[in-house]
C-alpha cells in the first residue's frame, strides 16, 4: 500500500525566514508526485508535479525537489500569504494517495 | 476554463438520514476522484473513476456509500444512512490522465448530527 508522511506537522516562521518542508513516501512504482497548497474551507490547489528523482519546479518563492525517496518543498524569503496548509500527493499503484500535509504559518 | 464544480457547499443532515453530492469535472477529464477529508487530516481516497468504469473503491464503505458517474461526465456520491463520523468535506477532483495533476472542486462540507 502506498504511504505518504509529511514533516512538521506544523511550521510557523517568521516572515522572510526560509525553510522547507518534506514529504517521504513509499510507493511501488511512483508515476507523479504532487504538491498542493489548501487554504481554510477550500479544496486543494494545484502546485507542481514531478516526475523523477532529481527533477526541480519552481514558482515565485516555492521549490519542489525530489529524490527516489522523498520530496522537499523549498520556501524562500515567505510572506503572510503563503500561510497555508501543504500537501503532498503520490500516483502509483493506479491511485493518488496524500500525506496529511504540513500547516505553514509566516508570521509577520 | 471552468473548474470542477461541486454542490452543494454546505450541508447538515440528521443521522440515519440520507444525502448526495454532484460534481461536475473540467471538460475532457477523464479521471474523476471523490475524496473525504476529515478536519485537520489529508483527503482520503473514496472512489476513482476512469471515464464511466471504477478504477478503485478499495476505501469506500459501500454499506453505505454509493457513487457513479453518468456517460463520464458528471458524477454522484451518495451516503445512505449517514452516520456521525460522516461528518466531513467531500472533495471532488479531476485530471486529464490518471498520473497527471488533478484539479480540486471547491468541496462540500457535511454535517452529521
Known amino acids: 500500500e502506498d504511504q505518504v508522511t509529511q514533516s512538521p506537522e506544523a511550521l510557523r516562521l517568521q516572515e522572510g525566514e526560509s525553510s522547507s518542508l518534506n514529504c517521504s513516501y513509499t510507493?511501488?512504482?511512483?508515476?507523479?508526485l504532487f504538491w498542493y497548497r489548501q487554504d481554510p474551507g477550500k479544496g486543494p490547489e494545484f502546485l507542481f508535479t514531478?516526475?523523477?528523482a532529481g527533477e526541480e519546479k519552481e514558482k515565485e518563492r516555492l521549490k519542489a525537489t525530489l529524490t527516489k525517496k522523498e520530496s522537499f518543498l523549498h520556501i524562500t524569503a515567505p510572506k503572510p500569504e503563503d500561510s497555508a496548509t501543504y500537501l503532498c500527493a503520490v500516483f502509483g499503484n493506479e491511485k493518488l494517495t496524500f500525506g496529511t500535509g504540513t500547516r505553514l504559518t509566516i508570521i509577520p | 476554463e471552468a473548474g470542477v464544480a461541486q454542490s452543494p457547499r454546505y450541508k447538515i443532515i440528521e443521522k440515519r438520514q440520507s444525502v448526495a453530492f454532484w460534481c461536475n469535472p473540467i471538460s475532457g477529464h477523464a479521471t474523476l476522484y471523490w475524496y473525504q477529508q476529515i478536519l485537520g487530516q489529508g483527503p482520503k481516497l473514496l472512489i476513482q473513476?476512469?471515464?464511466?468504469?471504477?478504477?478503485?473503491d478499495s476505501q469506500l464503505p459501500k454499506d453505505r456509500f454509493s457513487a457513479e458517474r453518468l456517460k463520464g461526465v458528471d458524477s454522484t456520491l451518495k451516503i445512505q444512512p449517514a452516520k456521525l463520523e460522516d461528518s466531513a468535506v467531500y472533495l471532488c477532483?479531476?485530471?486529464?490522465?490518471?498520473?497527471?495533476?488533478?484539479?480540486f472542486g471547491q468541496g462540500t462540507r457535511l454535517t452529521v448530527v
Open positions: 473513476f476512469q471515464n464511466n468504469g471504477v478504477v478503485d
Open positions: 510507493v511501488s512504482g511512483l508515476r507523479g
Open positions: 477532483a479531476s485530471s486529464f490522465l490518471p498520473n497527471t495533476e488533478a484539479f
Open positions: 514531478l516526475y523523477s
